[in-house]
């Protein structure tokens, strides 16, 4: 399998089309996922081309693990949640919708349930949401 230079995160990245960024460094990336399973789901990716976990290399999970829990710790504080789930999927049959690696970060509350995936949220509800992970992350 190799990666496709033209999946949407990788467009995304080069700035082709429009997302809401939460965060960057040298080596990864975190912007809000455009269809919620939960209140401040976002997606963690490195700026580095790979498919998924089964071709990246340690360094690139190195840096996207990092940025992921200080990632999955934000969350936590601008939600009051009091648990995070950490999801990744790999190729077609495990899951995989883009193929380029990343780790969902989803912030979790007591007694509620993921929504289901494939509904797109309100513009305006995911960047109020992406306005509470910025301030958690100042
Ligand atoms: P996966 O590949 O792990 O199954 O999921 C891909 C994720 O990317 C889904 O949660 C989906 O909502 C999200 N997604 C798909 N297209 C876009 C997009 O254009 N922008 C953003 N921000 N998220 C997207």
Redesign the pocket.
Known sequence: MTYDPDN?FAK?LRGE?P??KLYEDEETFV???????ADG?C?VIPKTPCRNLLDASADQMTAVMKTTQKIAHAVMKAFGAEGVTI???NEAVG????FHL?F?VLPRHDGVRLRP??KMEEADVIAANAEKIRAALA
């Open positions: 949407i995304i089309i997302s809401t912007f809000m996922d455009i269809m919620p399973r789901h997606l999801q990744q999927f899951g995989q919708e883009v990343h969902h995936p494939g």
